[in-house]
């Protein structure tokens, strides 16, 4: 016997379809909501991590500073005390400058020249003097170009006095100082280092220079056992 089913199942079907489509909708949300949240927690992990980061690297960026602010300051300190060491080192070379230059100027004035005042400015020396004649200003002049310690010699003035004094020309004259090369530097101790083994070619190889001296002295005090005898024949004689 065939059975009829004659209750409305459809829209019991309907129904429940709905439900499962509500079920399967909200399990979406829910699983939407829960992947954004841990998405949202993920991504506030990272910030976190990132804005740690950022405050260790500051930090670092911070003392980077300090150090760079002192290495600025040891080089401030290291090109001043370079400056210095330039300082110390032109002076120490130029120590003895002044005292060849004196030496050179008592030996290149001539002896019909006065200088009555000197005043140096870096490299360059102005002179001013009187004279006997304009001659002597000129040969001063030459004496100053053939000096190893002074070079160009510039006559800025001369001016004839007309007075009754031996020196009536007054003169003023720039002067290039400049350094003796190393060869011509050395050129006087070559020579005295040379003159000195003439002396020495007296004294014998045997013996050293300290004995070699005593021979030297001996024959000094020798003439006064000779001059007994020329006395006593004179004495002789005039008896005689």
Not at 5 to 34: D, H, I, M, S, T
Not at 90 to 101: A, F, Y
Not at 102 to 111: C, G, N, W
């Amino acid at each position: 016997m065939a059975h009829v089913n004659l209750l409305p199942w459809r829209a019991e079907r309907r129904k429940l379809r709905e439900r499962e489509f509500y079920g399967q909708l909200g399990g979406a949300f829910v699983a939407g909501l829960g992947f954004v949240l841990l998405w949202a927690i993920w991504m506030s992990a990272r910030i976190d991590n990132q804005n740690d980061r950022n405050a260790i690297l500051q930090g670092e960026i911070k003392q980077l500073d300090v150090k760079i602010d002192k290495i600025k300051e040891l080089d401030k300190v290291r090109d001043h005390l370079l400056a210095r060491k330039q300082i110390i080192e032109q002076l120490q070379s130029d120590r003895s400058k002044m005292v060849h230059l004196f030496d050179e100027l008592v030996k290149t004035i001539p002896s019909s020249v006065r200088l009555t005042a000197l005043k140096q400015a870096g490299d360059t020396m102005s002179l001013d003097g009187v004279a006997q004649s304009n001659a002597s200003v000129a040969e001063y002049m030459r004496n100053i170009e053939v000096s190893q310690w002074m070079g160009h010699v510039d006559l800025r003035s001369t001016i004839n006095n007309h007075d009754a004094s031996r020196m009536p020309y007054g003169f003023g004259v720039s002067v290039k100082l400049s350094k003796p090369k190393p060869d011509e530097a050395g050129a006087p101790a070559e020579a005295g280092s040379a003159a000195a083994p003439a002396h020495a070619g007296s004294i014998p190889d045997s013996l050293p220079p300290a004995h070699a001296v005593a021979p030297a002295v001996k024959p000094a005090a020798a003439p006064a056992p000779e001059n007994k005898p020329a006395t006593a024949a004179v004495k002789g004689g005039a008896k005689a």
